[in-house]
């Protein structure tokens, strides 16, 4: 999800139209526009791995795998989303280029400014849809992922939470695919080294600073 919501309220429609024309993503929810935030690098590897995995998976059948980009429609809440990734085998989701209706299997990656809105609102929306079967939340900070599986419980359905830890694969039943947590975390950079970065970063201000303030040390050469 994005940030806050724009001043704007309209149709489902007349949001299908205006977004046509923006450079920027926008989701929609009951007549209300929400802008995109941007995603950062570990984000959009951890998300770019799980769509090649199922790209190579699903080759040559009737399923596609779609990434960041693509709109899907949830009619019960009056919704456009953007999952982080997306796999539909619906005939109906083949014949339309641009919104899918019929995901089996539906992807987020969370970060600290949408896990919230992605767990609750977004993932009881996802729930509505008859298709789906799987919904996955990965958290790449954590490196732990959340499996919620449509199960068959006392003569109804109910879904049911697979966690896996760091060093743990997966399995997506929905498309008979196992993913290996090397799979899932291939290139992904460490929370520590971004965080070393960061410190590193702040010394060197810091440094600049105070050399800044107090001039050149004595002794040193300075050059203008």
């Known amino acids: 999800m994005g940030q806050a919501a724009l ?14 024309g923006q450079t920027l993503r926008h989701e929609f929810v009951r007549g209300e526009v929400f802008a995109m935030a941007g995603a950062g690098e570990r984000h959009v590897t951890v998300a770019l791995n799980v769509a090649m995995a199922l790209r190579q998976h699903l080759a040559g059948t009737p399923c596609r795998t779609f990434i960041t980009d ?14 982080d990734v997306l796999v539909t085998c619906s005939p109906r989701d083949a014949a339309d280029p641009l919104v899918k209706r019929d995901p089996v299997l539906l992807v987020e990656v969370l970060s600290p400014t949408t896990a919230a ?47 896996s830890e760091p060093a743990e694969g997966l399995r997506l039943d929905s498309v008979d695919l196992a993913l290996t947590a090397a799979a899932l975390w291939a290139e992904v950079p460490p929370l520590a080294a971004k965080g070393a970065a960061k410190d590193a970063a702040k010394d060197a201000a810091k440094d600049a600073a105070t050399a800044a303030a107090t001039g050149p040390a004595a002794g040193s050469d300075s050059v203008v």
């Open 70 to 83: 693509m709109k899907l429609r949830v009619e019960s809440v009056d919704a456009y989303f953007y999952p």
């Open 117 to 163: 809105f992605d767990r609750g609102d977004k993932f009881a929306a996802y729930r509505t849809l008859p298709s789906l079967r799987e919904v996955l939340l990965i958290d790449p900070d954590a490196r732990r992922c959340d499996l919620f599986r449509r199960q068959p419980l006392d003569g109804g359905e109910a879904w049911v939470l697979h966690p």
């Open 7 to 20: 001043k704007l309220h309209m149709t489902a429609t007349d949001f299908l139209a205006w977004d046509a």
